[in-house]
């Protein structure tokens, strides 16, 4: 059963098309079911109904034409429930619709499966036979098996069905992600595909034959330059006979082969993308349907080469390219190079199929106070090149060539934002003192937007995370101890004399140095942050060295260690800091400089750290709540998932008892404590936080002025309140609704923005 189900997904997934591919699959489940009839139903939201889609065994004219409504028939029970219904006597069930055009009054027996992709009904399998039976056991988990599988292709046809009507209608489109970093960004839609793939090339026509032919032929003179630099420099260390392949590839790149195929595909009006996707799909055909192994080989021979050209094209197309002035970046997967390229000015968005909300790149984008989406899941990025965007960072949506209405709409949003911005910048200079007389520090989150932090030391009392590992990310290797010496000094002395927390390198997860990869099936439970440091001690006491020297002076210096779990750890971290500390008094002594040791802390993020604070009291100067990978921990939510991303919440009752715990247990100990996790810089998770008791808070610098704002207009009475109503309740719904109520209350109400 197993190689049944391997054949027909692969079967399907070969296929040019939906249409075809769902036929194949209608074919193969009846072949494969010895049954007598297969069909499939597709979810068409828009009408409130299913379409038959594909069948063998009903009337064909139906395909395509006959509807059933999502309350209707046995399909719309299917659907329903979202679980299977296996019956003997179909005709006999109270919810059997009777419908002549489809032809199947004959069949008796019924199996029907949902096809469900992130909890939403996608469409309904349905088999059927005359003989009055009830299906296996086996039979009806063979069809769940493929009803999964089928799934995520429907999903992505259901975003292109999307596009198609915006392109055909010219009518606003709109996909729903996760809302990553807030504010509404209006522009136009520029494409960055860092890992091609022909799947991810939607076909298009253009008009511009010649300008085709040549940005095909640029690439392929690329590719060809390529493979000859490949083949020198490979002459010395491999064999001449297995240089030979680099021949093999230079021929085929020849006009007489690839060439004259894709010119043929841009005479029929294809731009140059889809005529090689054209031209090389048909000829993995062609090579896979061959019986002889040595020639099925060459398939991969003949993709690789199609890749390269593929990348090189796209590569050309944007070299050509200018960004708008008015640029929204979407890609599969962001990365801080990306974000670096884009001119400051020009960039206004940033749409990521990849990642979630609480991802470190969605935290970069929030600290640059750029709108992001996430988790826009299948989309088929080629085809919103050039189209005009609105992107909702409030709501996660994005809409496509929106109406004059809508960007109307938008625009008065957009207005509204400023004069509130306006309203917080204000009272910049003012204390963040609530209305009965408690002072809240307010820090920075910075380490992440290096081109803008010189301007933001007026906006905050220190820094409470300075995330050093940035700049080992912007290195090609690790940097030398002086370089990270003078990048230290800068920092401390720019927000002297307020203290700077700066934490040890913290790489892993999703964090990586491309000089110095991690591998790893689970990266967040993995080798991560101090767990590296300690590891390499001599990366570990460079970089402590180079923290302590540019101290030298100044004095407003903390070290934090991350992701600690274990006291060994702070044991072995404090006996570096020592070592360290001891090497630069012998160094320094014939000079008479007076080193500071400086504090040091520890991140709570692990679960485990949390039930250690009585160890903690004894070993460390100060503690910060990382409430980002503490919710993540405390939930089993991988916080870069885009399919499990609904629930990080770290309003869920558990992390707000936890975050709670800590505050009561670090005031018992007397242990200095904040947080500097994402939650701190929203104005209802401030709220919360000093109603617990904290009174050091750091966050993003666009997160400052309006938690601020906010904080000087109420009572801690109030806030208490409100705490101890939200952590009674059973789940985040809950809390989320009274902290909506609490915000109307207050007149905070402009602070709600919900996207209609």
Same mark, same amino acid.
């Given at each position: ?202 076909p298009q026509k253009s008009t511009h034959i010649e300008q ?77 349907? *061959? ?9 991969v021979d003949v993709k690789d080469i199609g890749l390269r ?293 520890? *991140? ?94 750091? *966050? ?57």
């Amino acid at each position: 059963m197993l190689a049944t189900l391997r054949s027909i997904v692969e079967s399907v997934s070969q296929q040019a098309n939906l249409d075809d591919a769902l036929t194949q699959f209608v074919i193969l489940v009846k072949q494969a079911m010895n049954t007598e009839c297969c069909s499939i139903y597709f979810a068409d939201y828009s009408q409130d109904n299913f379409v038959l889609m594909a069948s063998d065994g009903l009337n064909p004219n139906a395909i395509g034409q006959f509807r059933v409504g999502f309350t209707e028939g046995l399909v719309g029970l299917v659907a329903q429930r979202e679980e299977p219904i296996n019956i003997a006597h179909a005709q006999s069930h109270p919810r059997f619709k009777l419908s002549p055009e489809v032809n199947e009054e004959g069949y008796n027996a019924f199996l029907s499966v949902p096809v469900v992709h992130q909890r939403k009904v996608l469409g309904v399998i349905v088999v059927q036979q005359k003989m009055a039976r009830v299906f296996s056991h086996d039979e009806e988990s063979f069809l769940i098996t493929l009803s999964a599988q089928l799934a995520s292709q429907l999903a992505h046809a259901e975003i292109q069905n999307v596009l198609l009507q915006e392109a055909s209608a010219h009518h606003t489109s709109v996909l729903k992600g996760v809302s990553g970093a807030p504010g509404i960004a209006i522009g136009q839609a520029f494409v960055v595909l860092p890992k091609l793939s022909f799947d991810s090339i939607e076909p298009q026509k253009s008009t511009h034959i010649e300008q085709q032919r040549q940005l095909f032929l640029q690439a392929v003179a690329t590719t060809r330059q390529e493979f000859h630099l490949l083949a020198n420099t490979l002459s010395d260390t491999i064999p001449k006979e297995a240089l030979a392949v680099f021949e093999v590839y230079q021929q085929l790149l020849d006009a007489q082969s690839l060439g004259q195929q894709v010119d043929a595909q841009l005479k029929l009006g294809w731009n140059a993308k889809s005529a090689l996707k054209h031209v090389i799909e048909s000829l993995l055909k062609q090579f896979n349907a *061959m019986q002889d192994p040595y020639i099925k080989e060459r398939a991969v021979d003949v993709k690789d080469i199609g890749l390269r050209v593929l990348h090189h094209l796209v590569s050309t197309e944007h070299a050509v390219k200018t960004y708008p002035d008015d640029t929204v970046l979407i890609t599969h997967t962001l990365t801080p190079t990306m974000l670096a390229e884009i001119p400051k000015d020009k960039l206004k968005g940033v749409v990521s199929v990849q990642g979630a909300a609480n991802s470190h790149a969605s935290i970069l984008t929030r600290a640059m106070g750029i709108p992001a989406i996430w988790g826009i899941e299948d989309i088929p990025l080629l085809q919103l090149e050039n189209k005009d965007i609105i992107l909702d960072g409030y709501a996660g949506r994005l809409y496509i060539s929106p109406s004059n209405v809508l960007r109307h709409e938008y625009e008065q949003i957009r207005y509204q934002e400023g004069l509130l911005h306006d309203k917080f910048e204000a009272e910049y200079a003012l204390p963040p003192i609530t209305l009965d007389g408690e002072r809240v520090s307010l820090l920075l989150n910075a380490g992440l937007d290096l081109s803008t932090e010189s301007l933001t030391s007026k906006y905050c009392d220190g820094v409470g995370l300075y995330r050093t590992e940035a700049w080992f990310m912007q290195k090609g290797r690790f940097p030398s101890q002086s370089e990270q010496e003078q990048w230290y000094r800068e920092v401390l002395t720019r927000y002297h004399p307020e203290p700077v927390v700066m934490r040890t390198l913290d790489i892993g997860g999703d964090k990586v140095l491309d000089y110095f990869d991690i591998k790893e099936e689970n990266p967040f439970l993995g080798w991560r942050g101090i767990r590296v440091s300690l590891d390499h001690p001599e990366l570990f006491l460079d970089q402590l060295k180079a923290m302590i020297k540019a101290n030298a002076g100044l004095g407003n210096l903390r070290i934090m260690l991350p992701m600690v779990s274990h006291t060994e750890e702070v044991d072995d971290s404090l006996a570096l800091l020592e070592q360290a500390y001891f090497e630069l008094q012998e160094e320094w002594a014939d000079q008479f400089l007076l080193i500071d040791k400086p504090e040091i802390g520890v *991140m709570l993020e692990v679960p485990s750290s949390v039930f250690l604070l009585p160890e903690w009291s004894k070993k460390v100067d100060f503690c910060s709540v990382g409430s980002n990978d503490l919710t993540q921990y405390l939930l089993a939510v991988d916080r870069n998932n885009a399919q499990v991303a609904d629930l990080f919440d770290p309003y869920h009752p558990s992390v707000l008892r936890v975050l709670n715990s800590i505050a009561q247990s670090c005031q018992n100990f007397e242990l200095p404590f904040s947080l500097c996790g994402e939650l701190g810089g929203e104005p209802e998770g401030a709220i919360l936080l000093v109603a617990m008791g904290y009174r050091r808070l750091s *966050m993003n610098i666009s997160s400052l002025s309006k938690v601020k704002w906010v904080l000087r207009r109420l009572h801690v009475s109030s806030m208490e309140v409100l705490l101890e109503e939200c952590l009674a309740q059973a789940c985040a719904k809950q809390v989320h609704r009274l902290l909506r109520n609490f915000m109307i209350e207050h007149n905070f109400s402009e602070l709600l923005y919900q996207s209609n």
